[in-house]
Structures are given as structure tokens and as C-alpha cells.
């Protein structure tokens, strides 16, 4: 049975990016078709950029939250801390030492990370590494994740074949499952919608804030009864990846006719994100409020991922001769 693997770094709040393009595919995945699948956080690669227990611990909580509220099943797939599972540590160590210099050096997102953030650490250099040990540990063959990760799955089947070229079949080599459709979603300055760049859509938010999170899109000046372009538009750029075709096609009508305020767009955006993740904003609430329930799951599934990383580590450990 094929075995679909995905995590999301605890680095902030679960956001519409995050839905769109990893926990909503992921979740139709497991539930459609008859597959084993693992869904973690990675809280080891969160503390590359969070440092703060608290905060690492709560956005860990809201991560999980957002998993169960969006409908994940945890009696058909393991969900699990990564941390929980400490093999991952000591496989990267070994996989490290098969993993060119030079490939992590040219890694996108390290560069970009590397321009951006002030505190540059090794962590975040051999971040990758880790990531290929989350997903050879458990066998996984197919890697469903958006576009923004398809370097780093490349890099993971890289590692898996230089280890397997020099011990013999060890690790299964994965296939990166990327939609093409959920393109990656922008944020609300227009660049990628990300939890480090501070330009998330927070569709979980209490209604109020949601509100105030939408109108802070970034939108030029273009006055209000002015034809405006869609395509060149944060707002519209975002709904879309929401609305319906007739959805889309109307409100494209209105950005072409004129007399269509951007602050009408936003509002139009609130309101589809309120009905669009009604259930899913219901059910998040309820599972912060009620802690203990997303413990039990986790708990359940990290005694079901212990079982799978102690056999492989064992089959690592045995052929590389420790
Ligand atoms: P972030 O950049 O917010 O820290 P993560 O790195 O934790 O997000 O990404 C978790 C998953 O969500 C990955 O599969 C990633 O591809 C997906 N993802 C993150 N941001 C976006 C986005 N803007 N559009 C589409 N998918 C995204
Ligand atoms: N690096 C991924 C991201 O930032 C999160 C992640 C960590 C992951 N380990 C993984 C995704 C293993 C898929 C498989 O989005």
C-alpha cells in the first residue's frame, strides 16, 4: 500500500496557504483513496525561526487544530509531532554525511532565508537534510506538498539514491505530489503567503479580526470608479484561489466595470472565507478550547510512528554498520 507523508512547521498560525496548498490536498488524498498516510508537524524545523518555548507550543496546538478541524481522520492517518519521534535527529546525522556541501548551499529557500533573516543558523542550512530524514524514515512514496517545497523533495530523492547507491536498497525513494491547480498562494503584500513573512491570511481568526486581516490587503490607488485589473490585484488574486468559475467571472465583471472599490472586493473576500471555512472555523474553536482532545490524537499517533522509524532506523543502523 503506497504510504503519503506531509508536514507543516510550527512556525506560526495555520494559514490560507497552508490549507489550500498542503492540508486540504492532503487530507482529500488520505480520505479518497486507499492509502496509509502520515501527517506531522514539524516543530524541529520550527525552532530553526522560533526560539520561545510558549510560542512554539502554542502555534504547535493551533497547527494541530487546524489538521483536525479540516477534517483529518486520525483512525486512518498517524498524526504526529515530529519531535516526538527522536530518530529523525540521528537519521539526519547519517544522511548528512552523505549530502554534498554544495547542494544545500544552492537550496532556494536557504538563500532566501539566508537574505532575509538576522540570525542564520546552521539549522537552517542542513534544514532540507532534516526533511529527508521526516520522510525516508517511514517509507513514504508519495510527498504531497506546495510548489514552494518541490526543490527540497527533489533533494530528498538526491540524498535517498547517493545512500542507497552506496549501502544497497535501504531507503524508498519518494515522489513530490504538487498540485498544479492550488498554485502558491499569495499573501496579503502579494508576495508568497507565508508564516515568516508576515503576510498571512488567518482564516481561523474570530470574525472581527478576520475582517481587519483582510482589509489590511496591499491594493494601489486607483480610484474607486476606475476600471481596475484583476490580474495585477492582491485581493482578486487571492479570492480566486477561493471562488467558484462563477464566482471568479463576476467579480471580474466588477473590477473591468468600474465603480467597484477595492474595499468592496475585500468585503466580497470576507464574506466567501466566512462561508467557505464556516465548519472548519467551528470546529477549530473547538478544539482549541479542549486541548486535551488534540493530546489524545497526537499521543495515539506517535506510539503508531515510534513503531514504523524503530524498524527502519534498525534497518539503517544494521547495513551502515552501527
Ligand atoms: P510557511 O511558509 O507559512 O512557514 P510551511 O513552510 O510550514 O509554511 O508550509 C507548509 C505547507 O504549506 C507546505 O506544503 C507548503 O508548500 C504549503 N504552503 C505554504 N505556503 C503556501 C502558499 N503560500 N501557497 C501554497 N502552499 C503553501
Ligand atoms: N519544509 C516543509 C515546509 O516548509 C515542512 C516539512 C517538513 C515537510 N518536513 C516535511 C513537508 C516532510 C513534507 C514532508 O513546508
Known amino acids: 500500500m503506497a504510504r503519503v507523508l506531509t508536514g507543516i512547521q510550527s512556525s506560526g498560525r495555520p494559514h490560507l496557504g497552508n490549507l489550500l496548498g498542503a492540508i486540504l490536498p492532503a487530507i482529500n488524498l488520505t480520505n479518497s483513496e486507499k492509502q496509509e498516510s502520515l501527517l506531522f508537524i514539524a516543530d524541529l524545523h520550527s525552532f530553526t525561526t522560533i526560539k520561545d518555548p510558549a510560542t512554539r507550543i502554542e502555534n504547535t496546538k493551533s497547527i494541530a487544530a487546524a489538521w483536525l478541524a479540516c477534517g483529518l481522520d486520525t483512525s486512518k492517518s498517524i498524526f504526529y509531532r515530529q519531535s516526538k519521534i527522536p530518530e529523525v535527529c540521528e537519521l539526519t546525522w547519517y544522511l548528512n554525511c552523505v549530502t554534498p556541501y554544495p547542494m544545500l548551499a544552492n537550496a532556494h529557500s536557504f538563500k532566501d532565508k539566508a537574505n532575509r533573516l538576522s540570525d542564520v543558523n546552521a539549522g537552517l542550512f542542513d534544514y532540507p537534510v532534516l526533511m529527508a530524514a521526516d520522510i525516508v524514515l517511514y517509507d513514504a512514496n508519495i510527498v504531497p506538498v506546495g510548489k514552494d517545497q518541490q526543490q527540497h523533495?527533489?533533494?530528498?530523492?538526491?540524498?535517498?539514491?547517493?545512500f542507497n547507491h552506496q549501502f544497497g536498497d535501504i531507503f524508498v525513494i519518494p515522489e513530490a505530489k504538487i498540485d498544479e491547480e492550488v498554485m502558491t498562494i499569495p499573501g496579503t503584500d502579494g508576495q508568497k503567503m507565508s508564516k515568516s513573512y508576515g503576510n498571512i491570511l488567518d482564516v481561523f481568526l474570530p470574525e472581527k479580526k478576520l475582517k481587519k486581516n483582510v482589509m489590511s490587503i496591499v491594493t494601489d490607488s486607483t480610484p474607486m470608479e476606475e476600471p481596475k485589473n484583476p490580474d495585477t490585484c492582491n485581493v482578486y488574486n487571492i479570492y480566486k484561489t477561493v471562488a467558484t468559475s462563477e464566482q471568479k467571472a463576476d467579480m471580474r465583471k466588477n473590477y473591468e466595470g468600474g465603480n467597484y472599490g477595492y474595499g468592496h472586493a475585500?468585503?466580497?473576500?470576507f464574506e466567501l472565507l466566512l462561508d467557505k471555512f464556516k465548519e472548519e472555523r467551528e470546529r477549530f474553536d473547538?478544539?482549541?478550547e479542549n486541548e486535551s482532545e488534540i493530546e489524545q490524537h497526537l499521543q495515539e499517533g506517535e506510539e503508531k510512528a515510534r513503531k514504523i522509524a524503530h524498524e527502519v532506523m534498525a534497518r539503517v543502523k544494521n547495513t551502515i554498520g552501527f
Open 286 to 288: 473547538h478544539f482549541m
Open 266 to 269: 475585500k468585503t466580497a473576500l
Open 153 to 162: 523533495i527533489e533533494m530528498t530523492r538526491d540524498i535517498a539514491k547517493a
